[in-house]
């Protein structure tokens, strides 16, 4: 339970960084902060995979790259499901969503709990 606590913070310090670090995206408050890291997650975890399923063709001619723009949707997405998480288009959430599993992979790899 406490690695899953452990990532979800980690998670929400990535998607601060990536707030300060992208024009174009705020956030309100510092729970907005937390629930758009766990909307983020939970769309990662459940819808991601079914709609790389539909996708499958298009990513396999694209020999994978279509997955980036699936992780920009899903961060769209999670932005327009939270109030108070706002993305000024697709375009930006595309980058975000490039820099924030660039930051959340950098973050869970120094702080490993292996268990």
Not at 7 to 31: C, E
Not at 83 to 110: E, I, Q, W
């Amino acid at each position: 339970m406490t690695r899953l606590v452990l990532k979800w913070v980690l998670n929400a310090f990535a998607l601060f960084l990536v707030m300060k670090v992208v024009p174009g995206i705020q956030i309100d408050r510092f729970q907005d902060l937390l629930v758009g890291a766990l909307a983020i997650g939970l769309l990662n975890a459940f819808l991601r995979p079914v709609i790389i399923l539909f996708t499958l063709p298009a990513t396999v001619v694209t020999l994978g790259l279509f997955t980036l723009v699936i992780n920009g949707l899903m961060f769209y997405l999670a932005a327009t499901l939270v109030h108070g998480f706002r993305v000024s288009g697709f375009a930006t959430a595309f980058v975000a969503a490039l820099l924030f599993s660039l930051f959340s992979f950098v973050f869970n790899m120094l702080v490993r709990t292996d268990a």
